[in-house]
């Protein structure tokens, strides 16, 4: 990346020393005035500079690419929404999971890989519990920030048998509902935070992405609702005019565009902030995160509990048995009409 910001910085500079006999009015106005000595080298080295400039302004090599993968461990749903998810996102690169078993690694490995590969954003999947649990890492590299989420309530494109269907290599919208911002309650920096990772992710860029298409037929809702984000993928329609005429179909009447849900579909809990790029200062960490350890804990001392009272139960109802006399542990006296007696 290093080398990149120095090429930008190099063509910046062999465009202002071109330019350097043109006045600043000329430069804003985007003309130059007409004059008798003004030679064919001076307009092209204007043509120059305006190029120069334009890719000084938004360079090719800079634009957000999206490194997408996932750990040892994960389950075969998982791998299903990653697989999804860069089907709709034409600006990511997938590559293999990451063989690594301490998550101590992650800094120097992850950065590593998104390094090689040209990526500034790393969207890592992490498996615990035998893919009971998902994790994810959202992290910027190489120098951070990095959010990690808990993930729940996954579910992919096959799984939920949608209608809808995008064309592969589009871009989409991303939408944030104003549910974000109310009911997620990290604090305004820390949410801004979040949105513009999410938004760095999500947002494809409309230049300079191989094998994106000139079309945007989908929308990427992002909600909030119980300090968690709730992502949903649509597709935009155009209905039939009669429907739209009609106002049928849940169609409105003054529009013949509707939007139809296709998936994946995935809910993200904030866990921790970091500074750096899988390491570094704390910024954030959410005080109302319960682990899925403690939750699963809870319900097996729950069922513990149940069998506990059920033995202490019986014991009572032995022990006043007992206090009664019912139950001494004699043998009842046959009666005359007994089987045994008449039957012998």
């Known amino acids: 990346m290093a080398s990149i910001y120095k090429r930008a910085a190099q063509a910046e500079e062999a465009g202002e020393s071109d330019m350097s006999d043109i006045s600043d009015e000329e430069l804003s106005s985007g003309t130059i005035e007409g004059d008798s000595s003004a030679s064919e080298a001076e307009v092209e080295a204007t043509t120059t500079y305006g190029a120069a400039r334009s890719l000084v302004d938004i360079p090719v090599e800079l634009r957000n690419r999206i490194l997408m993968l996932t750990s040892r461990g994960v389950s075969f749903r998982h791998r299903h929404l990653l697989t999804d998810l860069h089907?709709?996102?034409?600006?990511?690169?997938?590559?293999?999971?990451?063989?690594?078993?301490?998550?101590?690694?992650?800094?120097?490995?992850l950065n590593a890989l998104a390094d090689l590969h040209s990526c500034n954003y790393v969207f890592f999947l992490e498996g615990r519990k035998q893919g009971q649990d998902l994790y994810l890492w959202l992290a910027r590299a190489p120098n951070g920030p990095t959010i990690k989420f808990n993930v729940t309530n996954v579910h992919t494109m096959a799984e939920l048998g949608f209608g809808g269907n995008c064309l592969k290599g589009g871009r989409g919208i991303v939408v944030f509902d104003k549910s974000f911002d109310e009911n997620i309650s990290t604090g305004a920096e820390n949410r801004g935070l979040i949105r513009e990772m999410l938004r760095g992710v999500f947002?494809?860029?409309?230049?300079?992405?191989?094998?994106?298409?000139?079309?945007?037929?989908?929308?990427?809702?992002?909600?909030?609702?119980?300090?968690?984000?709730?992502?949903?993928?649509?597709?935009?329609?155009?209905g039939e005019k009669e429907a739209a005429q009609k106002g049928v179909n849940g169609v409105d009447a003054s529009s013949n565009v509707k939007l139809v849900e296709i998936g994946p579909r995935l809910v993200l809990t904030p866990i921790v902030i970091l500074e750096g790029s899988f390491g570094g200062p704390v910024i954030f960490e959410n005080k109302l995160y319960v682990s899925p350890n403690l939750v699963r804990r809870e319900i097996r001392l729950?069922?513990?509990?149940?069998?506990?009272?059920r033995t202490v139960d019986k014991e009572d109802r032995t022990r006043r048995i007992k206090s009664l006399g019912l139950n001494s542990g004699s043998k009842r006296a046959r009666s005359g009409i007994d089987n045994a007696t008449l039957f012998g």
């Open 302 to 309: 729950k069922k513990g509990t149940k069998y506990a009272q």
């Open 203 to 238: 947002c494809v860029p409309g230049k300079g992405v191989r094998g994106m298409k000139p079309f945007v037929d989908r929308v990427i809702g992002i909600y909030g609702l119980d300090d968690k984000i709730w992502i949903r993928t649509y597709e935009i329609r155009e």
């Open 87 to 109: 089907a709709l996102l034409p600006h990511a690169y997938k590559d293999t999971k990451l063989d690594t078993k301490s998550s101590n690694n992650y800094n120097s490995a």
